[in-house]
């Protein structure tokens, strides 16, 4: 394995690992936000209201953070555009693997700047020209559009890997389920 080699398999191992990272969070979050699971569970998340309003917000923040390391632009981190450049000039790679990756980041863009807007003027910076309402309102994304970020993002990733190495992950994950038998088993102790 040359140097080239070692990088971008642990661009694609840090890659991985933040796609999973993402997906987890998002996961629990959404149980936890969800209208369905609000109703079902709502006494027993009012019960232990500190923990769950934390929860709620760590795990949607750890969402974003997540989410939008995966897409920013910056050439000193591991990302995803660092990564499609950086294979690309190993010349390994059929120019329709790359373009095909260009076109999952293409998609992705818009939804990760509403992602963006959400991290960089609400959580991991404070802009003061704006309330949260404002900063929720200009950045207008739906659940479904950032579950559609994650989807092509593990698209994109796995289209790439399968050429580069004959390898894809399966990203198969279920920390909502997970989240979903805790509030269950709660609720359940809840009422005895």
Not at 113 to 141: P, Y
Request: proline share 2%; charged share 25%; with cysteine.
């Amino acid at each position: 394995m040359t140097a080239t080699d070692a990088t971008i398999e642990c661009f694609i191992d840090e890659l991985r690992h933040s796609v999973i990272t993402a997906e987890l969070n998002y996961q629990i979050w959404w149980v936890y936000k969800e209208k369905a699971s609000r109703q079902r569970f709502a006494s027993t998340m009012n019960r232990y209201s500190p923990f769950f309003q934390t929860g709620i917000h760590a795990h949607f923040v750890a969402y974003l953070i997540s989410i939008y390391r995966l897409h920013e632009k910056r050439r000193d981190t591991v990302n995803i555009p660092h990564f499609v450049e950086m294979i690309e000039k190993t010349g390994i790679l059929q120019a329709q693997t790359i373009a095909t990756a260009r076109k999952f980041m293409a998609q992705a863009k818009p939804l990760w700047v509403k992602a963006g807007i959400l991290r960089n003027e609400l959580f991991a910076h404070r802009a003061k020209t704006h309330d949260i309402a404002e900063v929720f309102r200009k950045a207008s994304v739906k659940p479904d559009e950032l579950v559609r970020l994650n989807l092509l993002t593990k698209q994109m990733l796995n289209g790439i890997t399968s050429h580069w190495n004959k390898t894809a992950h399966i990203f198969e994950v279920d920390a909502g389920k997970a989240a979903a038998r805790l509030l269950e088993d709660l609720r359940k102790l809840s009422a005895k």
